[in-house]
Each structure stands twice: as C-alpha cells, then as structure tokens.
C-alpha cells in the first residue's frame, strides 16, 4: 500500500492509522481526512504513462490506491469498482503479519483451547458416522447372505455367462435392485461395455459389393446381458470372497439338516 498523506500534506504511517481508528473507520476517512499524493517520480517508477498522471492523482485525493488502476489511462481495473471491500481485504492481509505475534499467552492459549475442543466434537462426530455406517453395512451383508444362501437359484460357484468358475464375484446393482440376482466374475461384466460404431471407410469386395469398415468408439455405459438396461461403472459392486464363502457353507448345512 502507498504511504498516507494527510489533507494538509502530514505523512503518517498505515500501520499506526489502522492502530489507532481500525479498518473500517479509516476507511471511511480515506478521501476526506486521508489522501493518496503520488508524484511524477512515483507514478513513473511504477510504470504509469505520462497521460495517465492526472486521472491518477484525482484518483488518489479520492482515496484510491494507485494500484487499483490500469497504467496506460489511469481508469479503475476490472473487479476494483468497489473501493471499500477491495481495500478492506487488502488492509486484513496487510495487518496478518503485522499483528500476528501481538497476542498474550493466555490469549493464545484460549485460541489453542478453543480450536482443540472444535477438533474433538468432529472427531467425536466422525466416530460415531463410521460406528453407524458399520453397523449398516453389516447388515446389508449378512441379509445378502442370507437371501444367496436360501435361494439355491443363484449360482454362486459358476459364472452363467462364461461357464468359468467365479473368482472375483461381482454384481450389477441395479439388476439386483430389479430382481435378477446374477452372480459374474468382474472380467465378465467389463467386457459388457457398449460401444458406438463410427463408418471410417468404404472397401469394395470381389464380387463388387461395398462394404463399410466401422471404428469402435468405447462408452461409459454397460448392457446387462438379462435385463437389457444400460448401467455405469457405480452399479458395478464386488463382493467380499467371504460372502460368497459364507453363503456356501450355510447351504451345505441346509442340505445336511434335510437329510
């Protein structure tokens, strides 16, 4: 910021203005009791041009920083139009190292309390958010076991479509929200993917005939194989090795008790 002049031509320093009136008095005092006074020297070191120099100066005795305006004409630069928040936010960030080390230690020490009792309440809160969200997703689980488990339909060894044994067993969530329970292998649901096909070129066969060479262009959506509805990478879920493992068991006890 530039030095501050009084109406009668008294310097004074920023930083004692601000100590003594605060920002926003001494903003409110800015073209009236202070005053910007730039002299040519000033202006030219700061690479203003010569024309400019009287819309500065007028600029100035209104209480405008000099770097608020453009060095070619002198005009007001885009986004300063508002004299006081612009100067205001400039005197905060001009203020943070002037002042930051002026604090007591108990002062300090009430900062250092406060901002300790405020991480405590958010760790407070993100404990019980994830104490929560367990118990939520272990019981998801747990009905999905069940639900595998009783419903001997659902092959949970084989994947239907490669006839490969399922290794990393993956579901399409919205089919299952829909009531096809298909259990795939993760490689298998990737290669669902739809493509648009985009004519490149034309070739013509031996017979005559044309032909037009397409060009696979990869989408962000899947084609489910049953239900023919498109679905993205979210609806793509993995389960768990255990989940399977576990369903597998309680059907093997469910056979032995029938026996």
């Not at 406060?114 to 407070?124: G, L």
């Not at 739809?194 to 990869?218: C, L, M, Q, W």
Request: proline residues 3%.
């Amino acid at each position: 910021m530039e030095s501050i002049c009084t109406k009668n031509g008294n310097k004074r320093d920023l930083i004692t203005l601000l100590s003594i009136f605060g920002i926003k008095s001494f903003i409110n005092k800015l073209g009236c009791e202070y005053i910007f006074i730039y002299s040519d020297e000033y202006l030219y070191e700061h690479g203003f041009k010569i024309k400019s120099f009287p819309r500065v100066r007028y600029a100035g005795l209104r209480g405008r920083p000099c770097s608020h305006l453009r060095k070619s004409d002198g005009k007001i630069k885009c986004g300063y139009s508002n004299k006081n928040k612009i100067i205001q936010t400039e005197l905060q960030k001009l203020l943070l190292p002037a002042f930051c080390f002026t604090f007591d230690t108990r002062t300090v020490q009430i900062v250092k309390n406060k901002i300790q009792q405020i991480i405590k309440k958010r760790e407070n809160a993100a404990t019980t958010i994830a104490k929560h969200l367990r118990g939520c997703f272990a019981r998801i689980k747990v009905k999905m076991i069940l639900y595998i488990a009783n419903n001997e339909y659902i092959n949970i060894l084989t994947d239907v479509i490669t006839m490969d044994d399922i290794i990393v067993p993956t579901i399409i969530q919205s089919d299952w929200d829909n009531g096809s329970f298909i259990i795939y292998n993760l490689k298998t649901i990737l290669n669902f993917r739809k493509y648009n096909y985009v004519p490149t070129h034309v070739d013509i066969d031996s017979d005559g005939y044309e032909i037009v060479r397409e060009f696979a262009v990869p989408t962000k959506k899947f084609t489910s194989p049953f239900t023919r509805t498109l679905f993205d990478s979210t609806q793509i879920v993995v389960l768990p090795d255990w989940v399977l493992s576990i369903a597998n068991s309680i059907r093997k006890k469910n056979t032995l008790h029938c026996k």
